[in-house]
């Protein structure tokens, strides 16, 4: 038995077609839809970033007890719990995050992982002379030293091929051919795309054409909204364009689980840590406002070749803490009594229900919960006492 974990970051599930959504182009996720099970009641946890990627290894809330940060000592990271029972586990990224203070214990959990530089900020090309700025930028405010980096970064992904995201799916592809004919391995294959800045290339940015001409902004700062909304619907233009390339990634994907034969022995997840805004509710980002749908309210996709469920709904509310319990349940793992979530085969057999509610926030922050029909949001009483790692 072998397991694929494609993971995205920032994938806002109202700009899926499988969710909804009419003017993004992207036929691999309806694809996938297709090939798999749809929820529509899966929630985040802990934000942001890395707080819920403890959750994807752990299977239990981070926000409550602590914020942004490592791995644990005392953690039980499901990767790691594979590979000591003898699962081959292997990790494919372009996420800075991991390489970084807050991060660094991640990566080795896996039994080898590979990391592809480049995406936002991440301090990869050395320039000693400031790189240029588009003459049509429009102002910001935070992440002066990233922005520049980023800047520096860009000038070395001229090409598609060059991007970190395709470089990262190009990687985790050669581990499926390399090891199509093995049996007993994870690989997660992790982007951090769609996350901003919504840098991509001309072949899918035309796809959005909105014959805009004002301030490009394609990296918002984590405010309210202060510019027009053409500005904003062109935001979100760069966004959709971004995802789009996503969905050419998943795509191959997809089309290699067709090539080596791989949908009767294979389980495959796609999902995300988050949502962002995009200028709704007035907002841009993910930190600082109310946990409202877009950012909590996940997308998820899975196939369970145990149950050959495709092309079918659930109903029945998750969250990014089953997802460890899953992928230890489905190689017959135990699941350690530390873990607050729970195994999805029932659920994915049969929309078998999971939890009456579940919990989400940041630490030192927003504390909600919700029953997947209504939700109650928690904010801090002061606006000093918000996190924003």
Same mark, same amino acid.
């Given at each position: 038995?072998? #397991?694929?974990?494609?993971?995205?970051?920032?994938?806002?599930?109202?700009?899926?077609?499988?969710?909804?959504?009419?003017? =993004?182009?992207?036929?691999?996720?309806?694809?996938?839809?297709?090939?798999?099970?749809?929820?529509?009641?899966?929630?985040?946890?802990? *934000?942001?970033?890395?707080?819920?990627?403890?959750?994807?290894?752990?299977?239990?809330?981070? +926000?409550?007890?602590?914020?942004?940060?490592?791995?644990?000592?005392?953690?039980?990271? *499901?990767?790691?719990?594979?590979?000591?029972?003898?699962?081959? !586990?292997?990790?494919?990224?372009?996420?800075?995050?991991?390489?970084?203070?807050? &991060?660094?214990?991640?990566?080795?959990? +896996?039994?080898?992982?590979?990391?592809?530089?480049?995406?936002?900020?991440?301090?990869?090309?050395?320039?000693?002379?400031?790189?240029?700025?588009?003459?049509?930028?429009?102002?910001?405010?935070?992440?002066?030293?990233?922005?520049?980096?980023?800047?520096?970064?860009?000038?070395?992904?001229?090409?598609?091929?060059?991007?970190?995201?395709?470089?990262?799916?190009?990687?985790?592809?050669?581990?499926? /051919?390399?090891?199509?004919?093995?049996?007993?391995?994870?690989?997660?294959?992790?982007?951090?795309?769609?996350?901003?800045?919504?840098? !991509?290339?001309?072949?899918?940015?035309?796809?959005?054409?909105?014959?805009?001409?004002?301030?490009?902004?394609?990296? %918002?700062?984590? =405010?309210?909204?202060?510019? %027009?909304?053409?500005?904003?619907?062109?935001? /979100?233009?760069?966004?959709?364009?971004?995802?789009?390339?996503?969905?050419?990634?998943?795509?191959? =994907?997809?089309?290699? *689980?067709?090539?080596?034969?791989?949908?009767?022995?294979?389980?495959?997840? =796609?999902?995300?840590?988050? &949502?962002?805004? @995009?200028?709704?509710?007035?907002?841009?980002?993910?930190?600082?406002?109310?946990?409202?749908?877009?950012?909590?309210? @996940?997308? @998820?996709?899975?196939?369970?070749?145990? $149950?050959?469920?495709?092309?079918?709904?659930?109903?029945?509310?998750?969250?990014?803490?089953?997802?460890?319990?899953? @992928?230890?349940?489905?190689?017959?793992?135990?699941?350690?009594?530390? *873990?607050?979530?729970? #195994?999805?085969?029932?659920?994915? #057999?049969?929309? #078998?229900?999971?939890?009456?509610?579940?919990?989400?926030?940041?630490?030192?922050?927003?504390?909600?919960?919700?029953?997947?029909?209504?939700?109650?949001?928690?904010?801090?009483?002061? $606006?000093?006492?918000?996190?924003?790692?």
């Amino acid at each position: 038995m072998r #397991a694929i974990f494609v993971l995205f970051d920032t994938l806002n599930r109202r700009f899926l077609p499988p969710y909804g959504a009419k003017d =993004v182009v992207a036929p691999h996720f309806a694809d996938l839809a297709g090939r798999s099970v749809t929820f529509d009641n899966a929630y985040g946890g802990s *934000m942001p970033c890395m707080p819920a990627r403890r959750e994807l290894h752990t299977g239990r809330h981070n +926000f409550l007890h602590r914020g942004w940060g490592p791995l644990e000592p005392f953690d039980d990271s *499901m990767p790691e719990l594979l590979s000591r029972a003898g699962v081959y !586990t292997h990790l494919v990224t372009d996420h800075q995050h991991y390489w970084a203070d807050g &991060g660094a214990t991640y990566h080795p959990r +896996f039994r080898t992982f590979e990391f592809f530089r480049g995406q936002e900020g991440d301090e990869w090309k050395g320039h000693v002379a400031d790189p240029p700025v588009p003459d049509n930028q429009a102002p910001t405010v935070t992440n002066g030293d990233l922005r520049r980096q980023d800047r520096v970064n860009r000038l070395y992904m001229t090409s598609e091929a060059e991007h970190p995201q395709t470089r990262t799916f190009d990687a985790g592809l050669h581990f499926i /051919r390399t090891n199509a004919d093995e049996d007993n391995w994870f690989l997660q294959i992790e982007t951090f795309d769609p996350h901003e800045p919504f840098f !991509t290339y001309d072949d899918y940015r035309k796809l959005y054409d909105t014959a805009y001409d004002g301030p490009e902004l394609d990296w %918002p700062d984590y =405010v309210r909204v202060r510019e %027009p909304q053409e500005t904003v619907d062109r935001t /979100r233009s760069l966004y959709s364009a971004l995802l789009t390339m996503c969905d050419h990634s998943l795509g191959r =994907v997809l089309a290699a *689980m067709d090539e080596h034969a791989m949908w009767d022995d294979t389980m495959l997840i =796609v999902g995300t840590d988050h &949502g962002f805004l @995009l200028g709704e509710h007035d907002w841009w980002g993910k930190n600082t406002p109310p946990y409202f749908q877009e950012t909590i309210h @996940l997308p @998820l996709f899975v196939w369970d070749p145990r $149950s050959r469920r495709s092309d079918e709904r659930r109903t029945s509310l998750v969250q990014t803490i089953d997802l460890a319990p899953t @992928l230890l349940d489905y190689f017959g793992q135990p699941v350690p009594p530390d *873990m607050q979530g729970a #195994a999805l085969a029932h659920t994915v #057999a049969c929309d #078998a229900p999971v939890r009456e509610a579940g919990l989400f926030g940041i630490f030192n922050g927003h504390v909600n919960v919700t029953d997947g029909r209504w939700v109650y949001l928690r904010g801090p009483a002061t $606006s000093h006492s918000r996190s924003t790692p």
